[in-house]
């Protein structure tokens, strides 16, 4: 069990919206810890999508965008594109395990 | 342009040891705390450990504690990763990766390398 939680997997039709949730806790989310967002390509590395929050990383299209409130975040993507088909990772730094902590990830399906 | 090029992944057989290398090149490999992250096969991501700049403070998730070492030569531009004591569940893709300087993430990845802890 991760100790941020992230749905399995989500979908949607190309040009339409999609959020992906992510639910930490008072230790590492909710203590201020910023969040950061990954994407993994089938059989690649992650790549660096959102850091800070809701800073973009370098190169990424602004159809990616993020938030964070309290204990949880979210990655939204607007404008679907096949290319977008990969899994999503959130990720942060619990306090109380004094330990960086990933989401079990999401699977994005564009449909 | 930033690279990390992961190296020394193979078959392993449990209680065995195994040591990876990550190679960087395009950036000041000293003014960056750098990391381990591993993936085991269909599963999400893991981090492992990490180090400062100077190998001074060195930091590991619970499970490796004992038997995973982190290090780094910075004359060489490497980053190590010493694992003793290996076990079936240590099975993964171990990714090198470059904390941002901003922030907590991990900005550059390397392309991974495959350790299999099978008899």
């Known amino acids: 069990q991760s100790v941020l939680t992230q749905p399995p997997a989500v979908s949607g039709a190309p040009g339409k919206r999609v959020t992906i949730s992510c639910t930490g806790s008072?230790?590492?989310?909710?203590?201020?810890?910023?969040v950061h967002w990954y994407q993994q390509l089938p059989g690649t590395a992650p790549k660096l999508l959102i850091y800070g929050n809701d800073n973009r990383a370098s190169g990424v299209p602004d159809r990616f965008s993020a938030s964070k409130s309290g204990t949880s975040a979210s990655l939204a993507i607007t404008g679907l594109q096949a290319e977008d088909e990969a899994d999503y990772y959130c990720q942060s730094y619990d306090s109380s395990l004094s330990a960086v902590v990933f989401g079990g990830g999401t699977k994005l399906t564009v449909l | 342009e930033v690279q990390l090029v992961e190296s020394g992944g193979g078959l392993v057989q449990p209680g065995g040891s195994l040591r990876l290398s990550c190679a960087a090149s395009?950036?000041?490999?000293?003014?960056?705390?750098m990391s381990w992250v591993r993936q085991a096969p269909g599963k999400g991501l893991e981090w492992v450990a990490y180090i400062k700049q100077d190998g001074s403070q060195k930091y590991y998730v619970d499970s490796v504690k004992g038997r995973f070492t982190i290090s780094r030569d910075n004359a060489k531009n490497s980053l190590y990763l010493q694992m003793n004591s290996l076990r079936a569940e240590d099975t993964a893709v171990f990714y090198c990766?470059?904390?941002?300087?901003?922030?907590?993430?991990?900005?550059?990845w390397g392309q991974g390398t495959l350790v299999t802890v099978s008899s």
């Open positions: 395009g950036f000041t490999f000293s003014r960056y705390w």
């Open positions: 008072s230790s590492n989310i909710g203590a201020r810890n910023d």
């Open positions: 990766a470059r904390v941002d300087t901003r922030d907590t993430d991990f900005d550059y």
